[in-house]
T-cell receptor, first 113, second 114 residues
Framework: AQSVTQLDSQVPVFEEAPVELRCNYS??????LFWYVQYPNQGLQLLLK??????LVKGINGFEAEFNKSQTSFHLRKPSVHISDTAEYFC???????????FGTGTRLQVFP | DTGVSQDPRHKITKRGQNVTFRCDPI?????LYWYRQTLGQGPEFLTY????????KSRLLSDRFSAERPKGSFSTLEIQRTEQGDSAMYLC????????????FGSGTRLTVV
């Protein structure tokens, strides 16, 4: 079975500062990794995904994430955040032999002016 | 491509009543998924379809829950004899069977059981 841990339930940050949202996963098999963003009362939007290849993955809205197999991590980063980045961010994992996503509990990113 | 549509957006019901939600996936997407998200939690997998076939169901999907995708297009999720614990956001997602791996989620149906 797979599991995802997002240790930070909330991350406050000032506008234009860098941010890192942490994600660690557990799995006995190879996985795909994802980051989704959810704005209030909306569904989830895919930010980026790691399937294979380069461990540094670039996504939409200036976000990127790095897959670290030895540390079983997939942290999300942005060098300079905007007010509009305020949202809930979910890390998710999918085993390569299944077709369902296992989500973490989410990290609330709050950007202050 | 009009995205994944879910109807209704909000539903308030009394405990014990039955409710049904509808999801219209992106038209060329073979696979359709249902997730449930409670307050402060990430979405939890409920079930998924490939065309009209229901391929997997979570143990979270009790006997009171049933999902269908009769013609391989839209899907319905019915909850019978609702309980307060059923209050949640119900999310639908779809994707093509092959190719670019990544779900497209709808905006969800928020169910409140009073």
């Amino acid at each position: 079975a797979q599991s995802v841990t997002q240790l930070d339930s909330q991350v406050p940050v000032f506008e234009e500062a860098p941010v890192e949202l942490r994600c660690n996963y557990s799995s006995s098999v190879s996985v795909y990794l994802f980051w989704y963003v959810q704005y209030p009362n909306q569904g989830l939007q895919l930010l980026l995904k790691y399937l294979s290849g380069s461990t540094l993955v670039k996504g939409i809205n200036g976000f990127e994430a790095e897959f670290n197999k030895s540390q079983t991590s997939f942290h999300l980063r942005k060098p300079s955040v905007h007010i509009s980045d305020t949202a809930e961010y979910f890390c998710a994992v999918s085993a390569r032999n299944t077709d369902k996503l296992i989500f973490g509990t989410g990290t609330r990113l709050q950007v202050f002016p | 491509d009009t995205g994944v549509s879910q109807d209704p957006r909000h539903k308030i019901t009394k405990r014990g009543q039955n409710v049904t939600f509808r999801c219209d996936p992106i038209s060329e997407h073979n696979r359709l998924y249902w997730y449930r998200q409670t307050l402060g939690q990430g979405p939890e997998f409920l079930t998924y379809f490939q065309n009209e076939a229901q391929l997997e169901k979570s143990r979270l999907l009790s006997d009171r829950f049933s999902a269908e995708r009769p013609k391989g297009s839209f899907s319905t999720l019915e909850i019978q004899r609702t309980e307060q614990g059923d209050s949640a956001m119900y999310l639908c997602a779809s994707r093509p069977m092959t190719g670019n791996y990544g779900y497209t989620f709808g905006s969800g149906t928020r169910l409140t059981v009073v």
